[in-house]
């Protein structure tokens, strides 16, 4: 298949788990929030209201106009006031692995740099500060926060040593996983665990960490350890969030939904129920279920203006819809608030699929430009880079890139994305072998992916395996018919052309 914009390169449970009883309350609780019910500390209002239909405001009165003045002022103190309850919420959300708000993160942070720069042998402020920031840059894809992260976690270890620090630890692996090093994540995980067993928070970074490096067996040991630990109410609902990404990751998506659909009802604060409804989405667009998936982003950016991954992952929705124009609004727009590399992808290939080639370029050419930027503030970005080189850049140099981190932590998303890099530059047999990893639950690719599917299908189709590829083709387009703008287009136009299977003569 021809690059059309290029450039040269730059054990777990044997079963699923028995439904909950509790399940149709929470369902009921959830419902309410969806549809605009009243949660404490929501926020309201999505979008501002602009454009040509929107009214102008009159002109204010000299007493209006006094008031307009003193408005500022009054904001920043309510703010002021604000902020230590913000840094509350934020350091009990910190320190147990619980999503908090950008602007409760910022007073958070705020607070412990006066705190060590008045007690600089307070390892635990060291702590503290160091996984905000880790945290803050996350949120924002400000990656320059990392550097800052690490140098507060590792200053807390010259305080009080790992032997004893698991606070600094657990920063540490929050850190090492934003930066996609799963090897080191799973090392201060380990010690971690080790030092505090019943501590939630260091199982669930080390299933992150081991999906990553595709250990399977590894994450089912870890995700029994911790569904054995029978959380309390506080920690109950991001349990269930991490058991329903194993549950994904696993193709149970009836489970997963349901142990988010309750995390979400369970939630107490609209930054981690932000969070549990954003998954949601994800979850629904995997599906195909574009107008659920619409609903669950639009609910989570109520009950937080600046969750970080719904308004791109709307802006996915509203492109598979065909809402062209508002996508790419909607992804301009989560790219102005939050520079990633894969949602520059995303856009990038929106714009080819309209024949828009200058815009793709531009975006192809912001991909290079945030991943450089990410490079150098630590995080491991050879997967997006290998994508983007492997359909519109240099094919070759996606290969060498992608078997380099396959070697480094050989997850599943990796396997996909060599997998298809051998396929563009004419090497099936062993692309196939990749894509097959990717796919096959047997294999550790349980999870029903319509890219993943596709890829497979476009691989067996090269090597003329007929069947096979129709099947696979077929799948990707049942998973999610409008999974990208761009390649469900090329699954359709593939599938048409194996046209259908022979009839086969049955014996007299």
Same mark, same amino acid.
């Given at each position: 298949?021809?690059?059309r914009?290029?450039?040269?390169?730059?054990?777990?449970?044997?079963? %699923?788990?028995?439904?909950?009883?509790?399940?149709?309350? *929470?369902? @009921?609780?959830?419902?309410?929030? *969806?549809?605009?019910?009243?949660?404490?500390?929501?926020?309201?209002?999505?979008?501002?209201?602009?454009?040509?239909?929107?009214?102008?405001?009159? /002109?204010?009165?000299?007493?209006?106009?006094?008031?307009?003045?003193?408005?500022?002022?009054?904001?920043?103190?309510?703010?002021?006031?604000?902020?230590?309850?913000?840094?509350?919420? $934020?350091?009990?959300?910190?320190?147990?692995g619980?999503?908090? &708000?950008?602007?409760?993160?910022?007073a958070?942070?705020?607070?412990?740099?006066?705190?060590?720069?008045?007690?600089?042998?307070?390892?635990?402020?060291?702590?503290?500060?160091?996984?905000?920031?880790?945290?803050?840059? @996350?949120?924002?894809?400000?990656?320059?926060?990392? %550097?800052?992260?690490?140098?507060?976690?590792?200053? #807390?270890?010259?305080?009080?040593?790992?032997?004893?620090?698991?606070?600094?630890?657990?920063?540490l692996?929050?850190?090492?996983? $934003?930066?996609?090093?799963?090897? +080191? $994540?799973?090392?201060? /995980?380990?010690?971690?665990?080790? !030092?505090?067993?019943?501590?939630?928070?260091?199982?669930?970074? *080390?299933?992150?960490?081991?999906?990553?490096?595709?250990?399977?067996?590894?994450?089912?040991?870890?995700?029994?350890? *911790?569904?054995?630990?029978?959380?309390?109410?506080?920690? @109950?609902?991001?349990?269930?969030?991490?058991?329903?990404?194993?549950?994904?990751?696993?193709?149970?998506?009836?489970d997963?939904?349901?142990?988010?659909?309750d /995390?979400?009802?369970? =939630?107490? &604060?609209?930054?981690?129920?932000?969070?549990?409804?954003?998954?949601?989405?994800?979850?629904?667009?995997? @599906?195909?279920?574009?107008?659920? =998936?619409?609903?669950?982003?639009? =609910?989570? !950016?109520?009950?937080?203006?600046?969750?970080?991954?719904?308004? =791109?992952?709307?802006?996915?929705?509203?492109?598979?819809?065909?809402?062209?124009?508002?996508?790419? &609004?909607a992804?301009?727009?989560?790219?102005?608030?939050?520079p990633?590399?894969?949602?520059?992808?995303?856009?990038?290939?929106?714009?080819?699929?309209?024949?828009?080639?200058k815009?793709?370029?531009?975006?192809?050419?912001?991909?290079?430009?945030?991943?450089?930027?990410?490079? #150098?503030?630590?995080?491991?970005?050879?997967?997006?880079?290998?994508r983007?080189?492997?359909?519109?850049?240099?094919?070759?140099?996606?290969?060498?890139?992608?078997?380099? +981190?396959?070697?480094?932590?050989?997850?599943?998303?990796?396997?996909?994305?060599l997998?298809?890099?051998?396929?563009?530059?004419?090497?099936?047999?062993?692309?196939? +072998?990749?894509?097959?990893?990717?796919?096959?639950?047997?294999?550790?690719?349980?999870?029903?992916s319509?890219?993943?599917?596709?890829?497979?299908?476009?691989?067996?189709?090269?090597?003329?395996?007929?069947?096979?590829?129709?099947?696979?083709?077929?799948?990707?387009?049942?998973?999610?018919?409008?999974?990208?703008?761009?390649? /469900?287009?090329?699954?359709? #136009?593939?599938?048409?052309? !194996?046209?259908?299977?022979?009839?086969? $003569?049955?014996?007299?």
């Amino acid at each position: 298949m021809d690059n059309r914009v290029s450039e040269p390169g730059t054990p777990l449970p044997s079963g %699923p788990p028995a439904p909950r009883r509790s399940r149709r309350l *929470l369902r @009921r609780v959830l419902i309410t929030a *969806l549809s605009g019910g009243v949660v404490a500390g929501a926020v309201l209002t999505l979008w501002p209201g602009i454009g040509p239909g929107a009214a102008s405001p009159p /002109a204010p009165g000299p007493r209006a106009h006094r008031a307009q003045l003193r408005a500022p002022a009054q904001a920043a103190h309510r703010a002021q006031l604000r902020a230590p309850a913000q840094a509350a919420l $934020a350091l009990t959300a910190v320190t147990s692995g619980m999503p908090a &708000t950008l602007p409760a993160l910022t007073a958070l942070i705020g607070q412990q740099e006066q705190r060590v720069r008045a007690r600089p042998q307070d390892a635990r402020a060291w702590a503290v500060l160091g996984t905000a920031y880790v945290e803050r840059g @996350r949120a924002t894809a400000g990656t320059a926060d990392f %550097p800052r992260a690490e140098k507060a976690l590792e200053t #807390s270890l010259q305080v009080v040593d790992e032997e004893q620090n698991v606070q600094a630890l657990d920063g540490l692996t929050a850190l090492s996983l $934003a930066r996609r090093d799963f090897t +080191e $994540a799973k090392r201060y /995980a380990e010690h971690a665990q080790e !030092l505090a067993p019943t501590r939630w928070s260091s199982y669930s970074q *080390l299933i992150e960490a081991d999906t990553g490096l595709g250990d399977d067996d590894a994450v089912g040991d870890s995700f029994d350890k *911790l569904m054995a630990l029978k959380p309390g109410p506080a920690e @109950r609902p991001a349990v269930m969030a991490r058991a329903a990404a194993v549950y994904r990751n696993r193709g149970w998506r009836e489970d997963a939904v349901a142990q988010l659909t309750d /995390a979400a009802a369970a =939630a107490r &604060t609209p930054a981690e129920q932000a969070a549990y409804l954003t998954q949601l989405g994800q979850l629904a667009f995997e @599906r195909g279920d574009l107008q659920d =998936a619409l609903r669950h982003y639009d =609910a989570a !950016l109520r009950q937080d203006a600046d969750q970080p991954a719904a308004p =791109a992952g709307r802006a996915r929705v509203l492109a598979a819809l065909g809402r062209s124009t508002q996508a790419v &609004t909607a992804y301009r727009t989560a790219l102005a608030r939050r520079p990633d590399p894969r949602d520059a992808l995303d856009l990038g290939e929106l714009y080819e699929s309209l024949g828009m080639v200058k815009q793709a370029r531009a975006s192809y050419d912001q991909v290079r430009e945030l991943a450089r930027r990410e490079t #150098s503030n630590g995080v491991d970005d050879e997967l997006v880079l290998g994508r983007y080189e492997a359909d519109h850049g240099d094919a070759q140099q996606a290969v060498e890139r992608l078997r380099g +981190e396959y070697d480094r932590q050989p997850g599943t998303e990796v396997a996909d994305a060599l997998g298809w890099a051998l396929h563009r530059v004419g090497e099936d047999d062993e692309a196939l +072998e990749y894509a097959t990893t990717a796919t096959d639950g047997t294999k550790g690719g349980g999870v029903r992916s319509a890219l993943y599917a596709y890829h497979r299908g476009a691989i067996e189709a090269a090597l003329e395996l007929d069947g096979p590829a129709r099947r696979s083709l077929q799948k990707a387009l049942q998973i999610s018919p409008a999974f990208s703008p761009l390649w /469900a287009r090329e699954a359709k #136009s593939a599938l048409a052309a !194996l046209g259908n299977p022979p009839d086969v $003569a049955v014996p007299g």
